[in-house]
C-alpha cells in the first residue's frame, strides 16, 4: 500500500526522474487539493488565485523537500501539509506579486484530476464549518469518503447495477429526509429482504474501499481504526 508519506520519500530518492515527479505530485494533488484548496479560498483568495497558490504550494513542497522534518510519525499528514501550506502562504504573502512559475518547475495539469470547487459543497450537501482549521478537517474527511463513494459507483456502473446503487446510494452516508428501505425496494421492484441483502454488502464493500483510502493516509497500518473515528467524529460533529 502506497501512504502519502512514502509518496514524498520515493521524490526525495536521487536521480528522480521527470516521470516520477510529476506521478507523485497528481497523486498529492488528487487527494488532497479539495480541503488544501478550499482552505486558501478562505483566506480571502480569488478562485484564480487559490489554484495558483494551491498548485504552487505541492510544487514548492516537494522541490525544496520540506517535509523532511523530524518526529514526523507522531503527527497527521494532512496536519503536516496545513502548517506547511500557512507558512507558504505567508511567505507569498510578503511579495507585491507572485511570480509565474516555468523553467525546470514540477508542474501538473490542473486538467489531469478533478476536484470540488468550494461552490460545489463536495460530497455532502452540509456546509463546511466557519473556523478554517475545522473546515479543512471537515474537507478532508468529506475528501476521503467522496473517493470512496466514486470507486464504489464505479464497481455499479454498467447496467441494472447502476440503479440499484443509485438507489442505496444515499443510505450509504446517512442524513435527513431519507426515503423508507421498503419505499426503495418498490421502486426497484424487490422484496424488502432483498434490498436489505444488497445494503449490506454494499456497506461492507463501502466500509472496506474507505478503509482502504485512510489506510494510504496514515503511516502505520495499526492507526487506521482511531483514524477512521476520527474522521467519524469530524463529519458528526458538522452533522
Known amino acids: 500500500m502506497t501512504t502519502h508519506w512514502s509518496v514524498v520519500d520515493g521524490f526525495s530518492l536521487e536521480n528522480t526522474t521527470p516521470d516520477r515527479a510529476e506521478a507523485a505530485l497528481a497523486l ?4 488532497y487539493w479539495p480541503p488544501l484548496y478550499r482552505f486558501v479560498r478562505l483566506r480571502g483568495y480569488s ?27 507522531k503527527g497527521r499528514f494532512r496536519t503536516f501539509l496545513l502548517h506547511i501550506l500557512k507558512r507558504y502562504l505567508s511567505a507569498e504573502h510578503t511579495y507585491h506579486s507572485r511570480q ?24 455532502f450537501s452540509t456546509p463546511a464549518p466557519l473556523d478554517e482549521e475545522r473546515c479543512f478537517e471537515w474537507n478532508w474527511a468529506a475528501a476521503l469518503v467522496g473517493r470512496a463513494i466514486e470507486r464504489l459507483s464505479a ?12 438507489e442505496l446510494r444515499p ?6 429526509g ?17 434490498f436489505r441483502s444488497h445494503l ?19 503511516s502505520k ?16 460533529a458538522q452533522s
Do not use: W
Open 171 to 176: 443510505f450509504l452516508t446517512g442524513g435527513v
Open 155 to 166: 464497481e455499479y456502473r454498467s447496467g441494472a447495477k447502476a440503479r440499484v446503487f443509485a
Open 200 to 218: 449490506c454488502r454494499m456497506r461492507v464493500r463501502y466500509r472496506a474501499l474507505l478503509r482502504a483510502e485512510v489506510l494510504r493516509t496514515v
Open 221 to 236: 497500518e495499526r492507526d487506521i481504526d482511531e483514524e477512521l473515528r476520527h474522521l467519524c467524529r469530524v463529519l458528526i
Open 178 to 194: 431519507l426515503p423508507t428501505q421498503i419505499e426503495t425496494a418498490n421502486r426497484l421492484g424487490i422484496s424488502e429482504e432483498t
Open 100 to 123: 509565474k512559475r516555468g523553467g525546470n518547475d514540477t508542474m501538473v495539469s490542473l486538467d489531469s484530476f478533478q476536484f470540488h470547487s468550494e461552490e460545489a459543497g463536495g460530497p
Open 47 to 73: 478562485r484564480d488565485d487559490a489554484r495558483d497558490l494551491t498548485q504552487g504550494f505541492f510544487a514548492y513542497l516537494l522541490e525544496k523537500k520540506v517535509y523532511s522534518t523530524p518526529d514526523r510519525s
Open 28 to 31: 498529492l494533488c488528487r487527494d
